[in-house]
């Protein structure tokens, strides 16, 4: 099936070679000038891959960002800007963003990262929507956590990596391949960022977070997930 990716660009010329490279390599396009038109067509439609420019009219990237993962539209997003401030990059991490390319670029750059986004996003077969472990009910494709048939809250990234540890149950991982695999990038300022979220959903989902069941700690390797 054709994969689609939305290209939310104000600069016309950018935005056409984008789409033209983009399609040449078998994507379906299609484009939105504006912050305001991304999300009309974001709700609208359905989409493999967001890619969001930060400079935009009006709402720009990151408020994009913010309520695209709001309104729980699940899309890839590859960050698109001329500002090179790690600080921005982190602010859009956290907001929700996969990746993160800093203009100006090469084609092939930005190719290779939509193929290694898309890679690791693949969209879970049907019967793998819904786990169940303990007194925990996990709806991958509504986002929502019941524990004990009560709604937890969870932070985007906090879903994200839950999820990825559920779909590599029995699977020991490591640090930094979470970063990459679930953060989307690599060389975080430090892998710290993995064991605090792990914490979290231990205190979440854990009846003792300090005596973990179901979200181990493998030493020296990283974290396991048996359920």
């Not at 695209?68 to 698109?80: A, K, S, T």
């Not at 472990?133 to 932070?155: I, W």
């Not at 953060?183 to 979440?204: L, M």
């Not at 003792?208 to 030493?219: G, K, S, Y």
């Amino acid at each position: 099936m054709q994969r689609r990716i939305l290209i939310v660009e104000d600069e016309p010329t950018l935005a056409m070679t984008l789409a033209d490279r983009l399609e040449a390599e078998g994507y379906a396009v299609e484009h939105a000038a504006s912050g305001e038109l991304a999300l009309t067509r974001a709700a609208a439609d359905t989409f493999d891959l967001v890619i969001l420019d930060i400079m935009l009219p009006g709402q720009d990237g990151f408020e994009v960002c913010r309520q695209l993962r709001q309104q729980r539209l699940d899309y890839p997003i590859l960050m698109l800007t001329a500002r090179s401030l790690i600080t921005d990059k982190v602010v859009g991490l956290k907001l929700g963003a996969d990746d993160y390319v800093t203009k100006p670029f090469s084609i092939r750059e930005l190719l290779a990262r939509v193929k290694a986004v898309l890679r690791r996003t693949k969209t879970l077969p049907k019967e793998q929507d819904r786990y169940s472990f303990g007194d925990v009910d996990v709806n991958l494709r509504s986002y929502q956590v019941l524990r004990g048939g009560k709604p937890v809250e969870f932070s985007s990234k906090e879903f994200e990596l839950l999820k990825h540890f559920l779909c590599h149950s029995g699977e020991t991982l490591s640090r930094d391949r979470l970063l990459d695999e679930v953060w989307g990038y690599e060389n975080f300022p430090t892998t710290r960022t993995v064991d605090a979220h792990i914490v979290r959903i231990r205190q979440k989902l854990e009846q003792v977070p300090e005596q973990p069941r179901f979200f181990l700690t493998v030493h020296g390797v990283g974290y396991k997930f048996v359920g």
